[in-house]
């Protein structure tokens, strides 16, 4: 049995997140997509059904009986065994859009489906990026029953200063936590294999500090926050999601944001995550091509993966930023910014695409990890596309 994740209707509303990945490889809580639907689902061999750029690093479907699957959800416990109790030719349908089916990925069609069933109950559904931190603390608290269930937590070092109740603090194997604050009234804290919250922090849940991250000294860190694997994390967020190998390792203010990986926030960045005059914040919509009304009063940053900040830059409130995009020049850079921008400004020229690929290689050595050739087309892909 094979897990096929299909982007078919949400791929387009993810971005800029989604042009380096499918839908279910987004972190959220403490997982990604696909990192939780394995662990509830027991079944290991993944596949996608994404765009076409993106499936010579993303495994296409083997012909073979599968579990077809949008991924951007939270099931109920119920959902999720009528998910299990599918048989072939089977679907589940949620707000008129196909989320579920057993089906064989030989001679794919959706009309190998033979009885659609309505799921009746209401679903934590992700559909656009401010969805990923508006509603991170379902997803912080479901992760953390998964992660946690019939495992001990590291004790709590007596250097700490602990507000809410114990069991609401897991530690796992590795990490150090010293001479901080933690707070559980609020929510739920989650702190990865050797993780490090370093001295002096003050953490207000629910938080998720994934494997091999650490917040800086003396961050201040309000949740709902994720930061994902090998990141770092200084100065103040609140309710921002990190996906992984990025860095806001310096004092500065990001809240209401999604970051995406091997991203750099240079030493005091800061986003607005309000306007002044308190209204709702309009975002860039690459499906649209305009700038859409979140409904949400706070809203800031969303960052696509490879993207950096010079030291001191000062970011709008809802600022869209692309792909490997340098912002630097002096002022507050506009609210939409292009995939590959060499300043941050509208007609800027592009940062060139052998330099992309060499910067890209040299930040991810430090993580020991290869920029292979699949990376390099996807970056050409969106260099000569978007």
């Given at each position: 049995m094979q897990l096929v994740f299909s982007d078919a209707q949400y791929w387009e509303d993810f971005l800029p997140l989604t042009f380096t990945r499918p839908v279910a490889e987004m972190r959220c809580g403490i997982l990604t997509f696909s990192e939780r639907w394995q662990k509830l689902l027991k079944i290991k061999e993944v596949s996608y059904i994404t765009e076409n750029y993106l499936q010579d690093k993303f495994k296409k479907p083997g012909e073979k009986e599968s579990l077809f699957l949008v991924a951007n959800f939270l099931p109920t416990e119920s959902v999720l065994q009528q998910i299990k109790d599918l048989q072939q030719g089977e679907a589940l349908v949620y707000e008129d859009e196909l989320v579920a089916a057993k089906i064989n990925m030989k001679d794919f069609s959706l009309n190998q489906i033979e009885k659609m069933t309505d799921i009746k109950e209401e679903l934590i559904f992700f559909k656009k990026p401010t969805d990923l931190f508006t509603y991170n603390h379902h997803a912080i608290d479901f992760d953390f029953g998964l992660m946690t269930k019939d495992k001990?937590?590291?004790?709590?070092?007596?250097?700490?200063?602990?507000?809410?109740?114990?069991?609401?603090?897991?530690?796992?194997?590795?990490?150090?936590?010293?001479f901080s604050t933690l707070n559980t009234k609020t929510g739920k804290i989650y702190i990865g294999k050797n993780a490090e919250v370093m001295e002096g922090c003050n953490l207000r849940g629910?938080?998720?500090?994934?494997?091999?991250?650490?917040?800086?000294?003396?961050?201040?860190?309000?949740?709902?926050?994720?930061?994902?694997?090998?990141?770092?994390?200084?100065?103040?967020?609140?309710?921002?999601?990190?996906?992984?190998?990025?860095?806001?390792?310096h004092d500065g203010f990001v809240g209401n944001s999604v970051i995406g990986e091997w991203c750099n926030l240079g030493a005091d960045t800061n986003s607005s995550n309000l306007k002044n005059n308190?209204?709702?914040?309009?975002?860039?919509?690459?499906?649209?091509?305009?700038?859409?009304?979140?409904?949400?009063?706070?809203?800031?940053?969303?960052m696509g993966d490879h993207s950096k900040t010079a030291i001191n830059t000062q970011l709008n409130t809802g600022t869209v930023i692309g792909v490997a995009s340098n912002i630097f020049k002096e002022g507050f850079p506009p609210n939409l910014i292009e995939n590959f921008s060499w300043g941050g400004f509208k007609g800027d020229e592009r940062f060139k695409l052998d330099k992309a690929y060499e910067v890209a290689?040299?930040?991810?050595?430090?993580?020991?990890?290869?920029?292979?050739?699949?990376?390099?087309?996807?970056?050409?892909?969106?260099?000569?596309?978007?």
């Open positions: 001990v937590s590291q004790e709590l070092s007596s250097t700490n200063g602990l507000l809410g109740d114990r069991k609401d603090v897991f530690i796992e194997e590795g990490a150090q936590v010293e629910p938080i998720a500090l994934c494997d091999d991250s650490k917040f800086n000294l003396g961050a201040k860190i309000y949740g709902a926050t994720t930061v994902g694997p090998h990141s770092k994390v200084g100065g103040e967020v609140s309710n921002i999601i990190m996906f992984g190998y990025s860095n806001k390792g308190y209204g709702h914040v309009k975002l860039w919509n690459y499906r649209t091509k305009a700038f859409e009304d979140t409904g949400l009063q706070f809203a800031g940053l969303i290689e040299r930040v991810m050595a430090r993580r020991k990890i290869a920029l292979t050739d699949e990376d390099k087309g996807i970056f050409k892909y969106i260099f000569d596309t978007y």
